[in-house]
């Protein structure tokens, strides 16, 4: 079993930056496929960004591109999501995934919709001011 806990949420003014981080149970948390997702009020939980076990291999959605960086430090059970450039848009509750994939899986897979995440936390709120 997998908990999850995001943290670094909070407001910040448009062009700001923000760092999440997301901590994680468990001894084997560098076998678990990582992500971000987030969640605007009256929208669906849209993508934000992925990266394989080890951190080498991300890719994020085309709204955080240039803007967003997934990063994870498996030694201390943590994945990071830096935001710069923040826009009003950006605002949602941030939430971290992860997921131990089953099957045959390369060093450079990664998982990009929600459905294939098993645990989630419990979100941290952003919100940017114009």
């Known amino acids: 079993q997998v908990q999850l806990v995001e943290s670094g949420g909070g407001l910040v003014q448009a062009g700001g930056s923000l760092r999440l981080s997301c901590t994680a149970s468990?001894?084997?948390?560098?076998?678990?496929?990582m992500g971000w997702f987030r969640q605007a009020p009256g929208k669906e939980r849209e993508f934000v960004c992925a990266t394989n076990r080890n951190g080498g291999n991300t890719d994020c959605a085309d709204s955080g591109k240039d803007r967003f960086i997934i990063s994870r430090d498996n030694t201390k059970n943590a994945v990071y999501l830096q935001m710069s450039s923040l826009k009003p848009e950006d605002t949602a509750v941030y939430y971290c995934a992860a997921v131990n994939p089953a099957g045959s899986w390369s060093d450079f897979d990664l998982a990009l919709f929600d459905y294939m995440y098993a645990y989630w936390g419990q979100g941290t709120q952003v919100t940017v001011s114009s």
């Open positions: 468990g001894r084997t948390f560098s076998s678990y496929l």
